[in-house]
Every structure is written in structure tokens, then in C-alpha cells.
């Protein structure tokens, strides 16, 4: 079956530092990967994804690459602020079905 | 905002009680999905709709009931409630069924059984 493995949290990191959250899954075929995120109090909102394999997905200064060699979907970027502080979810869809969350994970920045 | 409407956002009832919570897709949407999210199971998928009809099935109990109207919003039924069913209930649109396709979340209506 589809699962997603996430790194648990809490991350705490200083304002402007290198955030990587590791993401892998598992899964039969060529399934898309997404990264959502949560702000306290609200919705999910896509954060970005990748379709196949070697795809970079990024948004507001985050990256993730499709490995599928390595199974992998890390999250990164280069320097977080205050704002970045959420939950962020791996998640894949496999066959138009639903997706398939991690656990989260909470990142805590600090000033 | 994801154009994804959800109401009510909070409901708070007693044990062996039924609800109903709404859904409005987006604009143009016909999949409609049902999520489950709390603190011990994490985020948990429901139920699938796509253009009014049942398309997957998730961790869904029995005691829950889904339909999509032919306006393409949706409803999720709770009945005979449990205090473990106190959780955080998503709907979430998508334009079809491909599985590139983004998922829109609502805001969410948090649920509390007392």
C-alpha cells in the first residue's frame, strides 16, 4: 500500500537558518508528492508538489526534488523566518485517489 | 482562501447525537473528499465523491454517511457520536480524478463531542 514517513518534530530553528524536513514514501507505481502546510487555526494549503520523477517542486523559497531512486521528497530552504513557523505534511496521491498524509511536522522559528 | 467553503466551523455536541457538515467545492471542481484530522490518528481520508457519485471509500466508520448534490456540494453525516469522534473535519476539491491534481482544503469545521 501508499504510506508517507516523515521526520517528527518539533524542529526549532533560529530565524534565517537552513531548514530540511525529510519525507519518504512508499508506494506502487509513479505516484505525485506533495508538500501542504498548516498555520495555526486554519486550512491546508499546497505548499508545492511534483509529478515525476526529478521534478523540483518549490514555492516561497521552499524546495523539494522528486527522488525516486531513494524514495524521497525532502523539504528545504535556505534561510526560514518567524512567518514559516506551521505544520508541514508529505503527502502522495497515487491513481486519482486520495492522498496520503505523514504524520506532520511542527517547525517552531525563532527570532 | 482556497474558494473551498466549509460550515459550520465549530460544532459542539453530546454523545449519541447526529450532524451534519457542509461542503462547497470550488468553482469548477466535481471531486469532493472528506478528511479526518486528530491529534492520534494524524490526517485520515473518508470518503471520495466525483460528479455525485461515491468514488473511494477510506477509514470511514459506519456510523458515517457522505452524499454529493447535484449543485456538487457535499455532506457528511455523523451519527450515534462518540467523544473519540471529536476531531478536526476537512473537505478538500479537486477539478477531477488525475492524481496531479491539487486538492483544495476548506478551513475545516472542528468538531467537539462532550
Known amino acids: 500500500g501508499n504510506s508517507v514517513t516523515q521526520m517528527e518534530g518539533p524542529v526549532t530553528l533560529s530565524e534565517e537558518a537552513f531548514l530540511t524536513i525529510n519525507c519518504t514514501y512508499t508506494?506502487?507505481?509513479?505516484?505525485?508528492l506533495f508538500w501542504y502546510v498548516q498555520y495555526p487555526g486554519e486550512g491546508l494549503q499546497l505548499l508545492l508538489k511534483?509529478?515525476?520523477?526529478?521534478d523540483k517542486g518549490s514555492n516561497k523559497g521552499f524546495e523539494a526534488t522528486y527522488r525516486k531512486e531513494t524514495t524521497s521528497f525532502h523539504l528545504e530552504k535556505g534561510s526560514v523566518q518567524v512567518s514559516d513557523s506551521a505544520v508541514y505534511f508529505c503527502a502522495l496521491s497515487n491513481s486519482g485517489y486520495a492522498l496520503n498524509f505523514g504524520k506532520g511536522t511542527s517547525l517552531l522559528v525563532t527570532p | 482562501d482556497s474558494g473551498v467553503t466549509q460550515t459550520p466551523k465549530h460544532l459542539i455536541t453530546a454523545t449519541g447525537q447526529r450532524v451534519t457538515l457542509r461542503c462547497s467545492p470550488r468553482?469548477?471542481?466535481?471531486?469532493v473528499y472528506w478528511y479526518q484530522q486528530s491529534l492520534d490518528q494524524g490526517l485520515q481520508f473518508l470518503i471520495q465523491y466525483y460528479n455525485g457519485e461515491e468514488r473511494a471509500k477510506g477509514n470511514i466508520l459506519e456510523r458515517f454517511s457522505a452524499q454529493q448534490f447535484p449543485d456538487l456540494h457535499s455532506e457528511l453525516n455523523l451519527s450515534s457520536l462518540e467523544l473519540g469522534d471529536s476531531a478536526l473535519y476537512f473537505c478538500?476539491?479537486?477539478?477531477?480524478?488525475?492524481?496531479?491534481?491539487?486538492?483544495?482544503f476548506g478551513p475545516g469545521t472542528r468538531l467537539l463531542v462532550l
Open positions: 511534483a509529478t515525476k520523477a526529478d
Open positions: 468553482s469548477g471542481d466535481l471531486s
Open positions: 508506494a506502487t507505481g509513479y505516484p505525485s
Open positions: 478538500a476539491s479537486s477539478v477531477g480524478t488525475r492524481e496531479e491534481e491539487t486538492q483544495y
